[in-house]
């Protein structure tokens, strides 16, 4: 195979533009390479190529997607689903596969947010990682995505991200940094949006200072479709391949060389890595899948990711006592099992709701009758459809209701304008809950939705997000007892939209979003600002009970600690439980979230056993972002730490004290008083001098009022010889510094 070196300067430019919409473009001894859409299946177009999904692709196996993988809290599982995809990309003749997407859910109203994990960084970077892992393990390059602040749909092609370095660093990085460190991937993404008014496409402190230099990245940089403005500051900044492909891209590039603007070593340096892509191209004699192994495994994962959110009276599981089981909605016979636009997979099959309820049933001698209870779009009798439903309920033992978004009211490509469902949905819901002795929700979708004001009049909720192609089975299974339901929420569920964070500051205006929450992010918000959610990120009931014991936290050098519980399992079947260990505030000046998460385990126990969880508190877990030092630094002192089964459920809790990072930061006349008095050095000798000038007043209360002061401002208002006199004593420790 060619060297980027061996080509001409046209060749080599050419390479770094796709040759189709899919394609990479062929150089004398550099194939051209397949680059799909995943991240939960394979979406190869077999006919004209879009990037909305609108049209035909080869089927494949649709796997959960992220929203509902993100609640397994299971990077293993994440792990089995990327490699399964990777053995049907190479089969399809794929070589990359556009993801996972790790941006963080910011807000709910986010379009895209069936395609992110997370509103916590630490969670979404392990799944994450493993998914990448299970990938490139399987033989296909990922491409981690949309790197980065890409939280909206609205305005996504030119939105200009306003946020604090702080945030961006802490909130925003790391589940990219993760996935870049621990697991190699061999495509980074760049996002549509402007950060700080700059493209992602051509911003190189994104592309080239942090990912390259601080990382350590050396895979390839390619563009989200139809991204790049400017091919040439793209290159520059550290893009290598401009997707899907840019008529023009390549003689621009190629006179920017010419004429002196464009480095022709850049041009080099990115065909090079384009080249070095094609590593990933798969067999023309790849084994087939075996996809009824696959649709098992999808199966399986989408009974690990449902939540049962509410269970009041033991209302599930169901059993032979049911009697009849009215099944309601007419989402149970037309699932809805994966999001909209250019992830869209075309199942190889798909379990239906409706169905596996009743061959369930059947098994157990239920009966089980249908009613759509609404229409999916404008020409249903939703009135006769919900007077239907409202009959069946009475006459059952227990109404079974399916209820939530359309396709038509979440995608990619637009944000939901509020947190509701249709309300004739909601009326729907209240009725049945009326007629029927026990009600049970089952809640379809890609995001949350608001749950009043019906949530206290029914008796259970199983949030099932989107579940893939064996979500029907997997919805049977849970609702019969024959799976555990062991999802555990991987977003807060509020109780309205204007108890969001960042209510107020999404989408923004006028080309701007100002990221005005900060650091609370979701669940941080919740816990600091001291706001009880509908439910709590954490949050899933199980068919068991666990509890959580004797926590220990042991210091194993200046900023790192490891913690251990016992976790038992005190009801009577099998389950799992998702510890979860969350760092509380802590020392220092700087602002910090009342809980982040730091470490989390997903554990299976049988009736009454008990296991011993160790988790692990690296440097990361304790650092904040020093934004004048540009780095990661542990305050010296003591961190909370609190174990639970959500963030608002807290088991047990403990202090560790760490010796962190000693930073003596050097003085000087702009320094204030109080940080004289505070310096580790010169702050002993500084407070006897103040307390020898200061007429009486204790030392403490002279820092209250004054300590603000800069000092040589201070200095400047004695008078005469004595300021002259403490200006040279105080100009002489600066010196000798």
């Not at 590593?279 to 009824?292: H, T």
């Amino acid at each position: 195979m060619s060297t980027a070196a061996d080509l001409p300067l046209e060749d080599r430019a050419r390479l770094l533009t796709g040759a189709d919409f899919w394609t990479t473009a062929a150089a004398p001894g550099v194939p051209s390479i397949v680059l799909t859409d995943g991240p939960h299946g394979v979406r190869r177009q077999v006919g004209d190529s879009d990037h909305l999904g609108l049209n035909a692709a080869a089927p494949a196996t649709c796997f959960p997607p992220a929203v509902a993988v993100g609640s397994s809290w299971n990077p293993d599982l994440a792990r089995r689903i990327g490699g399964a995809v990777a053995a049907e990309a190479r089969a399809l003749g794929v070589a990359v596969v556009l993801g996972p997407g790790v941006n963080i859910k910011r807000h709910p109203l986010c379009g895209r947010n069936f395609e992110y994990y997370s509103e916590d960084p630490l969670l979404a970077g392990a799944l994450g990682s493993a998914q990448v892992q299970g990938l490139q393990d399987g033989g296909a390059g990922a491409s981690v995505k949309h790197f980065a602040l890409n939280n909206q749909e609205t305005e996504r092609m030119r939105v200009s991200v306003d946020a604090d370095p702080r945030t961006v660093r802490e909130i925003y990085l790391p589940a990219f940094e993760r996935i870049v460190t621990d697991a190699s991937p061999a495509t980074v993404m760049c996002s549509y949006n402007r950060i700080d008014g700059v493209h992602a496409s051509e911003n190189s402190w994104l592309l080239t200072t942090v990912l390259r230099d601080e990382w350590g990245y050396d895979g390839l940089v390619v563009s989200d479709w139809g991204a790049v403005r400017d091919p040439v500051a793209a290159v520059r900044a550290g893009l290598d391949l401009e997707m899907p492909h840019g008529p023009h891209s390549t003689a621009r590039i190629v006179a920017a060389v010419r004429s002196g603007e464009l480095d022709e070593a850049v041009v080099t340096r990115a065909a090079q890595r384009v080249i070095d892509l094609t590593r990933w191209a798969p067999s023309d004699d790849e084994p087939a899948p075996d996809l009824d192994a696959h649709h098992a495994l999808a199966r399986e994962a989408a009974a690990e990711c449902a939540v049962l959110l509410r269970n009041e009276n033991a209302a599930l599981p169901l059993d032979a006592a049911a009697g009849t089981v009215a099944v309601i909605g007419e989402l149970a016979r037309t699932p809805r099992y994966q999001g909209g636009g250019s992830s869209h997979i075309n199942a190889t099959r798909v379990d239906v709701p409706l169905d596996e309820i009743a061959a369930r049933g059947s098994d157990l001698g239920v009966a089980v009758e249908f009613a759509a209870g609404y229409g999916i779009g404008d020409d249903a009798d939703d009135t006769a459809l919900r007077d239907e439903a409202v009959a069946a309920a009475a006459r059952s033992g227990v109404a079974v209701v399916f209820a939530g978004l359309t396709e038509a009211e979440e995608s990619e490509g637009f944000d939901r304008p509020d947190l509701a469902i249709d309300p004739q949905q909601v009326e729907l819901l209240r009725a049945v809950a009326a007629a029927a002795p026990r009600t049970v929700v089952v809640l379809v979708g890609g995001g949350v939705i608001e749950l009043e004001p019906w949530h206290d009049e029914v008796d259970a909720i199983l949030e099932a997000f989107l579940l893939g192609q064996g979500g029907g089975a997997a919805i049977a299974d849970l609702l019969f007892g024959l799976a555990e339901p062991s999802g555990r929420l991987a977003e807060t569920i509020p109780h309205r939209l204007e108890q969001t964070p960042a209510f107020g500051n999404f989408p923004g205006e006028l080309g701007t979003v100002r990221y005005g929450e900060g650091l609370l992010v979701g669940y941080r918000w919740y816990t600091t600002r001291k706001i009880a959610p509908r439910y709590p990120f954490g949050h899933g009931l199980g068919y068991t009970s666990f509890t959580i014991e004797d926590l220990v936290v042991e210091v194993t050098g200046a900023d790192t600690a490891t913690a251990s519980v016992l976790v038992t399992n005190t009801g009577d079947r099998a389950g799992s439980h998702v510890v979860q260990l969350y760092v509380g505030g802590g020392p220092g000046s700087v602002f910090r979230p009342r809980r982040s998460l730091a470490a989390f385990r997903k554990v299976e126990l049988d009736p009454g056993a008990s296991t011993t969880v160790a988790l692990d508190l690296p440097r990361r877990a304790f650092a904040h972002w020093d934004t004048p030092r540009g780095d990661w630094v542990v305050s010296p002192g003591d961190y909370p730490i609190e174990v639970g089964g959500s963030s608002a459920d807290i088991d047990g809790a403990a202090t560790v004290t760490l010796d962190g990072d000693v930073i003596v930061e050097p003085l000087g006349m702009e320094s204030t008083i109080a940080e004289w008095a505070a310096h580790p050095v010169a702050g002993e000798g500084f407070r006897t001098a103040l307390a020898g000038s200061a007429g009486g007043m204790p030392v403490d209360q002279l820092l209250e009022l004054a300590g603000s002061m800069p000092l040589g401002k201070a200095l400047d208002m004695l008078p005469g010889p004595a300021g002259d006199e403490a200006r040279a004593q105080l100009e002489a420790v600066i010196a000798g510094q």
